[in-house]
T-cell receptor, first 112, second 113 residues
Framework: NAGVMQNPRHLVRRRGQEARLRCSPM?????VYWYRQLPEEGLKFMVY????????ESGMPKERFSAEFPKEGPSILRIQQVVRGDSAAYFC??????????FGPGTRLLVL | DQQVKQNSPSLSVQEGRISILNCDYT??????FLWYKKYPAEGPTFLIS?????DKNEDGRFTVFLNKSAKHLSLHIVPSQPGDSAVYFC????????????FGQGTTLQVKP
């Protein structure tokens, strides 16, 4: 009974490159959330998706960030032209409905 | 605009004693609260939750208390064990919203043997 899976666990990018973070929700979960944790801070909501739909992207930076949750395959958080300030831990969570969210192990992005 | 606050960055208790972690919130629309535990380099693990229609929820060594009038909740761990040493996050949801979690900054608990 696999939990939420995220890959890669660690990602190093140089400034200006693209970062792609993947999240596979728990079996039977159709709701996916992305959160970001900057150093010494709590988790901040970024985006909430259901299959093929973005429900709430109020926490997403207006530029360079995008997310999708296609009908088949994992959810993808994409960061274009990364900058040093994007260095953080990115966590994905999933839920069956709007109830308890279960988190993946996170992807730690380091921008050099 | 910190809607969920954990004012104690850290807490140290002796093994076997009670750990009390506190959380305050400002948004009266929050109606569901959760506590997560997080070890370094791992994702948050769900511990316990409480609906705003209740004032207490218990699960083994963990009890969460909610005081709606004070907009305050607390997590009690008794007896505390060294394996409980971790960062604890309080989170809140407004069901009228999209279900996104609003997190506090976290409290680092150290349980000394």
């Amino acid at each position: 009974n696999a939990g939420v899976m995220q890959n890669p666990r660690h990602l190093v990018r140089r400034r200006g490159q693209e970062a792609r973070l993947r999240c596979s929700p728990m079996k039977g979960h159709s709701h996916v959330y992305w959160y970001r944790q900057l150093p010494e801070e709590g988790l901040k909501f970024m985006v909430y998706l259901q299959k093929e739909n973005i429900i709430d992207e109020s926490g997403m930076p207006k530029e360079r960030f995008s997310a999708e949750f296609p009908k088949e395959g994992p959810s993808i958080l994409r960061i274009q032209q990364v900058v040093r300030g994007d260095s953080a831990a990115y966590f994905c969570a999933s839920s069956r409905g709007q109830e308890t969210q279960y988190f993946g192990p996170g992807t730690r992005l380091l921008v050099l | 605009d910190q809607q969920v606050k954990q004012n104690s960055p850290s807490l140290s208790v002796q093994e076997g004693r009670i750990s009390i972690l506190n959380c305050d919130y400002t948004n009266s629309m929050f109606d569901y609260f959760l506590w997560y535990k997080k070890y370094p380099a791992e994702g948050p693990t769900f511990l316990i939750s409480i609906s705003s229609i209740k004032d207490k929820n218990e699960d083994g060594r963990f009890t969460v208390f909610l005081n709606k009038s004070a907009k305050h909740l607390s997590l009690h761990i008794v007896p505390s064990q060294p394996g409980d040493s971790a960062v604890y996050f309080c989170a809140a949801i407004s069901s009228g919203n999209t279900g996104k979690l609003i997190f506090g900054q976290g409290t680092t608990l150290q349980v000394k043997p």
